[in-house]
């Protein structure tokens, strides 16, 4: 539990909080709005003093001399804060969960739930029934994308402060109790969080779980990344879209039919690599709708602007492509219009090079409805013929799929059946920069009016020579760059369409630079084959205004423990701020500002101990203290980021 903070005190920690996987003492929250410092040994507290800036203390990454952090969720970073009268706090960081998957959690119900469980198309457990004897339902070690905010109304039975929430998505069970691969073969589940805010300290309690039925999204599969709507709804993710032309020998997607459905035969390819959002009710339950126009890609996370019509999406695959959506209509992304980008040549990884010119390609427009309906009764073959190897026939064009070449062909009127399920194949007739490899999470600083974009690997389809490299994509690397980037987007108005069409936005990306990059090297003492004391293959990323930073979430087989970094786009200071479990990946970033005053950082992580050869010098040492943190290596948490208490010092009180 929190330990309760004297009034005085508790108007300075109003500024920060971020969820975790224990239950932590000494835990408070940091306020959002404004930090005051305030004389003790009196009931009043002092005139506000008003944030100047903030900076974070990196910590070191923890090494074998520490084997107990490298197993477990680490936090030896501070927040440094300056305010206008010369006060400086410092507060210690720490990790709080809400829960480990594959705990009981209460369901609001006075019963209990499975915290990640996983259900079919009826609600209704799927059971792991790999080892006889001890059959048991499947539940995630895969918690990934968090969305924390507030409903007008909220009522909630149990909550004593303030009602906020949390929708949590879990991507996938990396194995099941035999220790078999059970990767994409259920499907993703995802959950509403009643979360009881304790109105002095910012401290978040779990309530309620609640399973959203998506049933009538026709179940949800590899759930990755998510980010919050401007208009407070989850956005989610459907990635590594199933290959259409391939499904009769897919068996991983069979295996998902049968788990989801009861058959292998029933999923449909088209209904999955979609943008699901999830509504929360004032009841801490939830609904979910799945959007089939905004490109049928390998969707990790996307950002909305602050229009609320503009929608910018990462593509996480090889011959990857950055796409963007413009609404119809404000706060609803059930009809508008699909853009992929096509950069002028020139792009570069030094950050010190000119920007590279982006034009876009329009792909269609579409509602969600029509979409849906195609892709009830379409099958690929209605849409375009694909050929894997050259049909000595002009009227194909030769594309890259997947690092592969292919050779496609448009059936007669069917460009837009093509634009929205079978978005790669089409963006990639249409001319496209389908070059990138594995863009993954996409953020925005509105103030400066720039996108970020994370690129978690630089290698394949982006360097020159490669055999999954094609030079009409105009990407052309000199060489690979394993730990990948961080790409900036300046966001401009009154930009055109390749067609000359006005691109009715005023947050369209019209530059693109390098921002940060990792750097690949021998292996160390440790085995980590990025530099450790820079960013390595970053994923997740999230813009905080308040904080002017950029936080970086990484999903990297180069460090041997995973790392979520602070960025300040000002200072240029680079801060690591959490160490992962080793084995696991970094996931659940998420930064709210201001949540009935209080600022938060979620953080999640996924598959522990899930060793690599980057963890070859560590495994024998490590592989044991993981399994005994973490349920054999089959749990994972779901938490926050949040001050210690106790730790606040005050370099100078005001008079």
């Known amino acids: 539990m929190s330990k309760p903070i004297q009034a005085s005190r508790r108007q300075a920690l109003k500024f920060l909080g971020t969820p975790l996987m224990l239950p932590l003492t000494g835990m408070a929250g940091l306020g959002a709005s404004s930090l005051l410092s305030a004389c003790g040994g009196g009931d009043a507290p002092l005139p506000a003093a008003q944030m100047v800036s903030a900076s974070f203390g990196a910590m070191a990454a923890p090494g074998l001399t520490n084997a107990a952090a490298m197993a477990t969720t680490h936090v030896a970073s501070t927040l440094e804060v300056s305010l206008g009268d010369g006060t400086k706090q410092s507060f210690k960081l720490a990790y709080a969960p809400f829960f480990m998957t594959g705990s009981q959690v209460p369901d609001g119900k006075g019963g209990s739930v499975l915290a990640g469980g996983y259900v079919d198309i009826k609600n209704q457990p799927i059971l792991d029934k790999s080892v006889a004897g001890k059959e048991r339902q499947f539940f995630s070690d895969c918690p990934d994308g968090t969305s924390l905010l507030s409903v007008p109304g909220a009522k909630v039975a149990g909550v004593k402060g303030n009602t906020v929430f949390a929708v949590v998505q879990f991507e996938y069970v990396t194995r099941n109790q035999a220790q078999a691969d059970a990767y994409g073969t259920l499907p993703s589940p995802i959950a509403v969080l009643t979360l009881d805010q304790d109105p002095a300290s910012g401290k978040l309690?779990?309530?309620?779980?609640?399973?959203?039925?998506?049933?009538?999204?026709?179940?949800?599969?590899?759930?990755?990344?998510?980010?919050?709507?401007?208009?407070?709804?989850?956005?989610?993710?459907?990635?590594?879209?199933?290959?259409?032309?391939t499904i009769a020998s897919n068996s991983m997607f069979k295996a998902y039919s049968k788990n989801l459905?009861?058959?292998?035969?029933?999923?449909?390819?088209?209904?999955?690599?979609?943008?699901?959002?999830?509504?929360?009710n004032p009841d801490g339950t939830?609904?979910?709708?799945?959007?089939?126009?905004?490109?049928?890609?390998?969707?990790?996370?996307?950002?909305?602007?602050?229009?609320?019509?503009?929608?910018?999406?990462?593509?996480?695959?090889t011959n990857g492509g950055f796409f963007m959506f413009v609404a119809d209509k404000e706060q609803d992304l059930s009809a508008g219009s699909l853009y992929v980008a096509k950069l002028a040549a020139g792009f570069s990884l030094d950050p010190a090079a000119p920007a590279t010119a982006i034009s876009w390609i329009k792909l269609g427009s579409a509602t969600s409805a029509e979409i849906e309906a195609l892709a009830n009764t379409l099958a690929p073959t209605d849409i375009m013929t694909v050929s894997t190897s050259d049909p000595a026939d002009a009227s194909f064009t030769k594309i890259w799929l997947n690092g592969k070449p292919q050779w496609v062909k448009l059936k007669p009127g069917m460009e837009k059946a093509a634009a929205f399920l079978e978005t790669h194949r089409y963006a990639a007739l249409k001319g496209a920069?389908?070059?990138?490899?594995?863009?993954?999470?996409?953020?925005?600083?509105?103030?400066?009016?720039?996108?970020?974009?994370?690129?978690?690997?630089?290698?394949d389809s982006m360097v020159r020579g490669n055999a999954k490299w094609n030079e009409a994509y105009g990407i052309s690397l000199d060489k690979a760059v394993v730990a990948g980037g961080v790409l900036a987007h300046n966001l401009s108005a009154g930009q055109k369409d390749s067609g000359g069409g006005a691109i009715n936005s005023e947050w369209v990306p019209s530059q693109t630079k390098a921002l940060l990059v990792g750097e690949d090297i021998a292996a160390d003492a440790l085995g980590n084959l990025a530099h450790p004391d820079k960013i390595g293959n970053p994923d997740n990323l999230k813009f905080s205004e308040k904080l002017r930073t950029l936080f970086i979430g990484e999903d990297s087989g180069y460090h041997v423990n995973n790392f979520v970094w602070a960025y300040n786009v000002d200072t240029k200071q680079l801060s690591?701020?959490?160490?992962?479990?080793?084995?696991?990946?970094?996931?659940?970033?998420?930064?709210?500002?201001?949540?009935?005053g209080w600022t938060y950082i979620t953080s999640n992580f996924q598959h522990p101990g899930d060793w690599g050869s980057v963890h070859k010098l560590v495994k024998s040492t490590l592989d044991p203290l993981v399994r005994a943190n973490y349920n054999d290596g089959f749990s994972a948490a779901v938490g926050y980021l949040t001050a210690e208490a106790s730790s606040i010092k005050l370099s100078k009180l005001q008079a």
Request: net charge negative.
């Open 433 to 459: 920069s389908m070059a990138f490899t594995k863009m993954e999470g996409t953020t925005v600083n509105i103030k400066d009016k720039v996108a970020y974009s994370a690129l978690q690997n630089i290698v």
């Open 286 to 317: 939830g609904t979910i709708k799945k959007h089939y126009c905004m490109g049928r890609i390998s969707h990790e996370l996307i950002q909305v602007m602050p229009d609320k019509r503009t929608a910018l999406m990462g593509d996480d695959a």
């Open 261 to 280: 459905f009861g058959d292998e035969t029933t999923a449909k390819p088209y209904h999955y690599g979609h943008l699901p959002e999830v509504t929360v």
């Open 205 to 245: 309690s779990l309530v309620k779980y609640h399973n959203v039925d998506t049933s009538s999204a026709h179940g949800l599969w590899i759930t990755c990344g998510s980010s919050l709507s401007p208009w407070g709804t989850h956005l989610s993710s459907e990635e590594y879209e199933p290959d259409a032309f």
């Open 576 to 596: 690591r701020l959490i160490s992962m479990p080793a084995g696991a990946e970094a996931t659940g970033l998420g930064v709210v500002d201001d949540l009935n």
